[in-house]
T-cell receptor, first 111, second 118 residues
Framework: QKEVEQDPGPLSVPEGAIVSLNCTYS??????FMWYRQYSRKGPELLMY????GNKEDGRFTAQVDKSSKYISLFIRDSQPSDSATYLC???????????FGTGTRLTIIP | DTAVSQTPKYLVTQMGNDKSIKCEQN?????MYWYKQDSKKFLKIMFS???????INETVPNRFSPKSPDKAHLNLHINSLELGDSAVYFC?????????????????FGSGTRLTVV
């Protein structure tokens, strides 16, 4: 079993829909949680960063962390075709720089 | 201005050859990494260097040898290439950013080197 599990998709939704992306993890030492967006043939870019449990909002994006359930989510509101990409969750224990990634969810927003 | 740049972007080579990938960052970051992304998009860390010192060395065949001549450069040399080495290799760098709620290691990735072994 992988340390971080993520539904690989693919996921296709119409433009304007709310998208929910999720990861579960098994290592209770993880404290820092990130979401990366990766466009085709590009490197991952940091989208959201959350420390410990709670919610964080940035524009159309909301990241949620529930450490008790070992579950993190990324919500995208008013989805746009430009949001079409692979979304990777990543996490690491405190004080350790090694990131452990999920397998990524491929998202397509249909105009 | 490219923050983390890798060369080459594409590399096609035969089994058994030796090849190198180069990475440079102009962000002034102290830590650099090599990640491997397989065909299913799974990203896995291979190595990490902090100020030219190796700090993470995951279970990687010793055919892979990283070298960091200075903190802005991290190269990856691969000996005796095998078919299973075909993947996209990403270089990344990071620096601690002190924020409310704890330090954050801001990662910046390069665009990747697509290695195909035939």
């Amino acid at each position: 079993q992988k340390e971080v599990e993520q539904d690989p998709g693919p996921l296709s939704v119409p433009e304007g829909a709310i998208v929910s992306l999720n990861c579960t993890y098994s290592n209770s030492a993880f404290q820092y949680f990130m979401w990366y967006r990766q466009y085709s043939r590009k490197g991952p870019e940091l989208l959201m960063y959350t420390y410990s449990s709670g919610n964080k909002e940035d524009g159309r994006f909301t990241a949620q962390v529930d450490k008790s359930s070992k579950y993190i989510s990324l919500f995208i509101r008013d989805s746009q075709p430009s949001d079409s990409a692979t979304y990777l969750c990543a996490m690491r224990p405190g004080g350790n720089e090694k990131l452990t990634f999920g397998t990524g969810t491929r998202l397509t927003i249909i105009p | 201005d490219t923050a983390v740049s890798q060369t080459p972007k594409y590399l096609v080579t035969q089994m058994g050859n030796d090849k190198s990938i180069k990475c440079e960052q102009n962000l002034g970051h102290d830590t650099m990494y090599w990640y491997k992304q397989d065909s299913k998009k799974f990203l896995k860390i291979m190595f990490s260097y902090n100020n030219k010192e190796l700090i993470i060395n995951e279970t990687v065949p010793n055919r892979f040898s990283p070298k960091s001549p200075d903190k802005a450069h991290l190269n990856l040399h691969i000996n005796s290439l095998e078919l299973g080495d075909s993947a996209v290799y990403f270089c990344a760098s990071s620096q601690v950013v002190v924020r409310t709620g704890g330090p954050h290691y801001g990662y910046t990735f390069g665009s990747g080197t697509r290695l195909t072994v035939v």
